[in-house]
């Protein structure tokens, strides 16, 4: 590999963004990204956070803005049942998340950022190139610009490989969504940017091995990688995808071939999912909200086994601003999510779940075959959806090789220290492929072909088909 | 053509559902139906609705028994505007729309429905084999079971073609989708139901003629034959689409050819345009609506320039209960729909414009090249979303071929005379294929791709695709 504009860790913080072609370049380039790392988090109480309110008349918690996010009641109404509620997370602003791509040798290289989060359980994570609100490129908080904007929304922007709507977290978010993009630019990009240091051009083989890292991808980098999946590692895949403006098309159309179901089968199976929800959710003002104590610092969930709402003051080097305070939510557990492959007439099948959440757009995508909540496996109450509990047990259980196996954050913007643990087995012939009914064995072409699509696979789907890519590889060792 | 279970209009009552082969057969027993028709219908006032009551602490209109639908308020939060706000029917439940097909010396043929509606403008209209809300087929209001519903879900169902849920109207429907099913039986189809007089199997070009009759085909029976415009009315097309459940897929795969966009970049024009809303909607309580009045008879706009709703008593014959009383939203006028159509490069494009609409579960669909709600040609305000009112006016006064004009009705169960203009106009090479960025050329094929999921083609949108299927014939005469 030598592709123009390489260049060791050691090199010059000026001139281009370099490339790190090894593990060891990379390990050198995060070891000095954590020592210039300067963010402190402290907690402080959500009466003391600057420019954030307790709304008297609904008790909503809100910015003096109007803008970035506020925290309302969700209130569930089930045909014969009582009403629920829950607090939600209300972003309805669509944030950008993208990823800058270019071939070096013929291998796709993925610009990424070394970026703080005030929720991280270790500060600094890799994330995408580009990971904005819309308050962020809009420019509302009078922070500097988003360094490569430009390159996903303005004129100059390269080639589109992918740009989809995808979901985010439904048990805590309202309805979120982040746009998803994937854009392949000719050659390198100028580094005449703020925080210019925080940028490596990283190759696609190595950022798989990263994602074998415990708390080192975040969420933000894992779903737009898993809306790539269409770009191989190898180089005379990338070529071949690169030949014509269809030839993903006609993949995608040679794809169903070996596969258990149709995708006509697949789609008809998750409307029908759709259809079994009895349920409708809104939002409703958090003084609504039962079974939840909003008190001076925090909110939280009486019976300690969902989550709370907590304020923190944070203090920052090179982010936008250097210093700002927010609420973020803090899940009571870890989360578990679990992905069962297994090869079934030749073809690698993944084992998915129309998964019911009240917080998603669309009532239900496809989530793994087994996802539990942070604190669902110690509740009486457990996963509200879980329609076959006997047989998500028989998944958890599941016996073959352990393919992936590695504990990520969520969302370090909006959560604090949410950690799932993330598994992909490989499991044989004995593991039936007539499952019950909320469940459906795809290929992963076919999973490829929906994430082009929005309201299909949910965002912890999404890492594990992210994490999918680099499985086959043994996992590397920690970067430090 | 002389397939079994086949026979004239004039045969006895008994045994299989007939098949009408042509125009004449159909006007027969269109006659002979809307002579049987009986269904009186009587404004009575909100008030006076049983069962239906004003809630007295939301203002909301619901139904005793918390099902069926509301009417409550929906309100608008702009960046940087005054709230607003309107009434808007809320009804979360997934209805059924399907429509059986079989073949019959290889012409598709579709069972389909007299159906009466009580805001229907001429009472019956030709409607899909099963159209039934949730609230109908979970036996609900206790009604008679609704027929051939079994081979849309139960065990013995037929093979799916289509499966997908679509959007009905957003600018009077929160977030409402039914599901769209187009289900292939092997033969006939038992006639012992309830109301067995009232199905036929019609062949599907008389049916694409029938589209061109004012008022006859209804709006269900068009989401649901746009859902299916991959079945090709000759035999030879539609043998090759059963060869095989990746038939399709391959189909779908070519016909990016000649497109003057790929799919790629449709998708990505498509969520750019739903990251410009930067308003957000959500329920109210109908008594926060401001600028509507409700009354004790009914719900208006104060300028009189959007819509009512309005109390009606009905009393029936043939439906699934003898009498009953509901509200029904009355538009103050017709709306306009025109899709433009071009060859370029030798192949049909459609040119649609990406469409925010405030009740829309995604923000933005794609509507027609050029849609008007009732009322907004003369109104002051317009439509909200109009970002381009003078290549808007371009559109509607382009000269070009009629391919079809007609003015159809939109759903009778929930709307009262909602009529719609639909007007298909092909134009020439000077009618420009670069267009304003809310608007995009594509491919009827691609069209095609798209129908497959939810969230991309509006109600009305998808009205003109149906007629568009059989547009390239003279319109027939009215049947009676």
Chains 1, 2 share one sequence.
């Not at 939600?88 to 669509?94: A, D, H, L």
């Not at 944030?95 to 071939?103: A, Q």
């Amino acid at each position: 590999m030598n592709g123009p504009g390489k260049g060791g860790a050691g090199a010059p913080d000026t001139g281009t963004p370099r490339v790190l072609d090894s593990l060891d370049a990379f390990r050198a380039w995060w070891a000095e990204r954590r020592a210039a790392c300067r963010l402190r988090v402290t907690e402080v109480g959500l009466t003391a956070l600057d420019q954030w309110h307790l709304d008297p008349a609904s008790g909503n918690l809100r910015h003096a803005s109007g803008r970035f996010f506020t925290v309302e009641g969700l209130q569930v109404q089930a045909a014969g049942c009582p009403l629920t509620s829950q607090p939600v997370i209300n972003q309805p602003e669509i944030g950008m998340l993208g990823i800058l791509v270019r071939e070096i040798d013929g291998v796709p290289h993925c610009l990424m950022q070394a970026k703080t989060e005030p929720g991280n359980v270790n500060t600094l994570q890799l994330s995408p190139t580009v990971q904005a609100t819309r308050s962020n490129y809009t420019q509302v908080h009078r922070g500097r610009g988003t360094p490569y904007l430009e390159y996903f929304t303005g004129r100059t922007r390269g080639e589109v490989l992918a740009d989809v709507l995808q979901s985010e977290q439904g048990a805590w978010f309202w309805r979120k969504r982040n746009r998803n993009m994937v854009v392949k630019v000719p050659g390198d990009v100028p580094d005449d940017v703020p925080g210019a240091a925080n940028f490596r051009w990283l190759p696609l083989p190595l950022l798989h091995r990263l994602l074998a890292v415990d708390n080192l991808v975040n969420m933000d980098a894992r779903t737009v990688l898993a809306c790539m999946l269409f770009l191989r590692p190898r180089a005379d895949a990338a070529r071949s995808d690169a030949a014509g403006p269809d030839a993903l098309d006609r993949s995608f159309a040679a794809t169903s071939r070996g596969a258990l179901h149709t995708m006509r089968e697949v789609l008809s199976w998750f409307t029908e999912a759709k259809t079994w929800c009895d349920w409708s959710a809104r939002l409703v003002p958090l003084s609504a909200v039962d079974r939840w104590t909003v008190g001076g610092d925090r909110i939280t969930d009486d019976e300690g086994r969902d989550f709370s709402i907590l304020g923190f003051r944070v203090e920052a080097a090179g982010r936008e601003v250097a210093r700002w305070s927010q609420p973020l939510l803090r899940p009571h557990g870890r989360g578990l999510a679990i992905l069962l492959v297994r090869p079934v007439n030749g073809v690698l099948h993944v084992l998915l779940e129309a998964r019911a959440e009240y917080g998603l757009l669309d009532l239900v995508e496809m989530g793994p075959s087994c996802q539990l909540r942070p604190g669902a496996d110690r509740s009486a109450v457990g996963e509200p959806f879980l329609r076959e509990p006997d047989f998500g047990l028989r998944i958890r259980q599941a016996a073959g090789a352990v393919r992936y196996d590695a504990t990520l954050s969520e969302e370090g913007g909006r959560f604090h220290h949410a950690l799932t643990r993330y598994r992909i087995v490989e499991v044989g012939a004995d593991f039936p492929v007539e499952v019950p009914k909320s469940y459906c064995w795809l290929t992963v072409s076919q999973v490829m072909r929906l994430l082009r699509h929005g309201h299909y696979l949910n965002v912890e789907a999404r890492t594990l088909l992210a994490c999918l890519s680099g499985s086959a590889r043994p996992p590397a060792p920690p970067p430090s």
